[in-house]
T-cell receptor
Framework: DAGVTQSPTHLIKTRGQQVTLRCSPK?????VSWYQQALGQGPQFIFQ???????QRGNFPDRFSGHQYPNYSSELNVNALLLGDSALYLC?????????FGQGTRLTVV | AQSVTQLGSHVSVSEGALVLLRCNYS??????LFWYVQYPNQGLQLLLK??????LVKGINGFEAEFKKSETSFHLTKPSAHMSDAAEYFC????????????FGKGTRLHILP
């Protein structure tokens, strides 16, 4: 059984551009959460999707948006990229409360 | 609002020595507390989780943590450090038993000295 997979693993974007990160949850997991981990910091909760709806949201601007598909996979979209958006973006999937994390996507904004 | 504070961004111990990583929490409701480990270029792995069933929680890889309400602490310990324990450790809190909206500390980098 594959765990949580994220793509791409690394990405370089220019300020002002838009980016889409993808997450495939662990088999059978219906809930996907996204976290941003800046260098030297702990992960910060962005939002959570369940049944294709955003269920909870952290303190992130509207530039950060997401989507969940019927197969439970999810996307994180960030518009108008800023240098400060450079970070490791982690996806976590869960079923019945136990979260499993992917290895993350390293986004560098130049 | 919930938060956790990890004392010490870097901790060094000798191989075979006791590992003690400190975490204090703040929560207006009974907290659910976690310790996660992150190896270089990898995601987060759950070490253990406190859910009020027992104050002493045993996790994977020989780690354990004790919930002390009077001290608002949830320190992580391991009796004997191994070189493979070198990693970043995160204490975290959630207000629900489901792993929803987990609030992480800033992390403690554990170095193991030969």
């Amino acid at each position: 059984d594959a765990g949580v997979t994220q793509s791409p693993t690394h990405l370089i974007k220019t300020r002002g551009q838009q980016v889409t990160l993808r997450c495939s949850p662990k088999s059978g997991h219906d809930t996907v959460s996204w976290y941003q981990q800046a260098l030297g910091q702990g992960p910060q909760f962005i939002f959570q999707y369940y049944e294709e709806e955003e269920r909870q949201r952290g303190n992130f601007p509207d530039r950060f948006s997401g989507h969940q598909y019927p197969n439970y996979s999810s996307e994180l979209n960030v518009n108008a990229l800023l240098l400060g958006d450079s970070a490791l973006y982690l996806c976590a999937s869960s079923l019945d409360g136990r979260a499993f994390f992917g290895q993350g996507t390293r986004l560098t904004v130049v | 609002a919930q938060s956790v504070t990890q004392l010490g961004s870097h901790v060094s111990v000798s191989e075979g020595a006791l590992v003690l990583l400190r975490c204090n929490y703040s929560s207006s409701v009974p907290p659910y507390l976690f310790w996660y480990v992150q190896y270089p270029n990898q995601g987060l792995q759950l070490l253990l989780k406190y859910t009020s069933a027992a104050t002493l929680v045993k996790g994977i890889n020989g780690f354990e943590a004790e919930f002390k309400k009077s001290e608002t602490s949830f320190h992580l310990t391991k009796p004997s450090a191994h070189m493979s324990d070198a990693a970043e450790y995160f204490c975290a809190v959630s207000e629900r038993e489901r792993d929803d909206k987990i609030i992480f500390g800033k992390g403690t980098r554990l170095h193991i000295l030969p």
